[in-house]
């Protein structure tokens, strides 16, 4: 039934238990903290029951995307975004800042990271971040 809903949907991209598919993963650190922007895409039932009860009930799904971090909020949550503020994301090391690699709970596409400069590093597939240091 679902497929009859949404053709144009590869069920195979959400895996097992998976309903949601992260297309895109930015990361942008300032300091020691990081604000990170995510766009997906949901699974048709999952796009039926966001309509039905609303955004809020994806938060700890969210949540398990970053489980490896310590200090996460959530701040929006959208039909295909949300915008996540990560505290504490790096720690601050004489000039430097050092940020040690932490595992995601779920695969995206492209993983970009900016750095404080506007640098831009693109990772594909990634599941981690990887070790880091920036000024």
Not at 10 to 39: L, P
Not at 47 to 53: A, G, H, K, L, N
Not at 66 to 80: A, K, L, M, Q, T
Not at 106 to 127: F, G, H, K, M, S
């Amino acid at each position: 039934m679902a497929a009859k809903i949404s053709p144009g949907e590869d069920s195979e991209q959400f895996g097992e238990g998976n309903y949601i598919h992260i297309d895109t993963m930015v990361i942008e650190f300032n300091r020691t903290d990081a604000n990170v922007q995510i766009k997906y895409h949901l699974s048709p039932f999952a796009q039926v029951y966001m309509f039905m009860f609303g955004s809020k009930h994806l938060e700890p799904k969210i949540k398990d995307i970053f489980f490896d971090f310590e200090n996460i909020e959530v701040r929006r949550i959208g039909r295909s975004s949300a915008l996540i503020h990560v505290n504490d994301i790096s720690r601050h090391d004489d000039e430097y800042y050092l940020h040690d690699s932490r595992e995601l709970g779920i695969q995206p596409d492209i993983l970009t990271l900016v750095y404080p400069d506007r640098t831009r590093q693109n990772i594909e597939y990634a599941r981690a971040t990887p070790d880091i240091f920036y000024v």
